[in-house]
T-cell receptor, first 111, second 112 residues
Framework: GIQVEQSPPDLILQEGANSTLRCNFSDSVNNLQWFHQNPWGQLINLFYIPSGTKQNGRLSATTVATERYSLLYISSSQTTDSGVYFCAAKNDRDSNYQLIWGAGTKLIIKP | DTGVSQDPRHKITKRGQNVTFRCDPISEHNRLYWYRQTLGQGPEFLTYFQNEAQLEKSRLLSDRFSAERPKGSFSTLEIQRTEQGDSAMYLC??????????FGQGTRLTVV
């Protein structure tokens, strides 16, 4: 089945810095999502982005499906951006419904 | 209706006991998912419902786990004869279509 790998596993930045998180996937995908899990455990969907580029405020994401990777950009980081960022993907070959999740990137933004 | 609701938020149980968790999805979301998450890992898929039909169940899910969604609205996840390895966060998510999931705050289970 499809495998999802995220890097880096941990990232510590000062408030105001920019960051790039990467998600590599081992096969073609028809569904790719980025999530943020806050320190209280709540998972919030950020982007549904199987291909192309999207932006939402200080966050943007790009998926290059042909090269099997996706990037999440966070600009002008704030302490509230801290938490774990997950990438999750699927293709219909393996499952119609089951998202495969990466292990996450733990982001700490220091004031 | 502001989001996916899960109950209880925390559950401590003795090994061998049965536990049941409830999930109320966002109204009109016909798709409902259960996931399990252990510390330091991403969520792991358990099962999926479309309306009241359970269409997919993880091969990793033992026979001690069962889920229902009797009227296509709320769902329950039951774990029988709990084991210490069942300790985890149990997450429920719903979506109106296949591509974008909204998660509840989870039920944290501790088996002692």
């Amino acid at each position: 089945g499809i495998q999802v790998e995220q890097s880096p596993p941990d990232l510590i930045l000062q408030e105001g810095a920019n960051s790039t998180l990467r998600c590599n996937f081992s096969d073609s995908v028809n569904n790719l999502q980025w999530f943020h899990q806050n320190p209280w455990g709540q998972l919030i969907n950020l982007f549904y982005i199987p291909s192309g580029t999207k932006q939402n405020g200080r966050l943007s994401a790009t998926t290059v499906a042909t090269e099997r990777y996706s990037l999440l950009y966070i600009s002008s980081s704030q302490t509230t951006d801290s938490g774990v960022y997950f990438c999750a993907a699927k293709n219909d070959r393996d499952s119609n419904y089951q998202l495969i999740w990466g292990a996450g990137t733990k982001l700490i933004i220091k004031p | 209706d502001t989001g996916v609701s899960q109950d209880p938020r925390h559950k401590i149980t003795k090994r061998g006991q049965n536990v049941t968790f409830r999930c109320d999805p966002i109204s009109e979301h016909n798709r409902l998912y259960w996931y399990r998450q252990t510390l330091g890992q991403g969520p792991e898929f358990l099962t999926y419902f479309q309306n009241e039909a359970q269409l997919e169940k993880s091969r990793l899910l033992s026979d001690r786990f069962s889920a229902e969604r009797p009227k296509g609205s709320f769902s329950t996840l039951e774990i029988q004869r709990t084991e210490q390895g069942d300790s985890a966060m149990y997450l429920c998510a719903s979506s109106p279509w296949s591509s974008f999931a909204f998660f509840g705050q989870g039920t944290r289970l501790t088996v002692v």
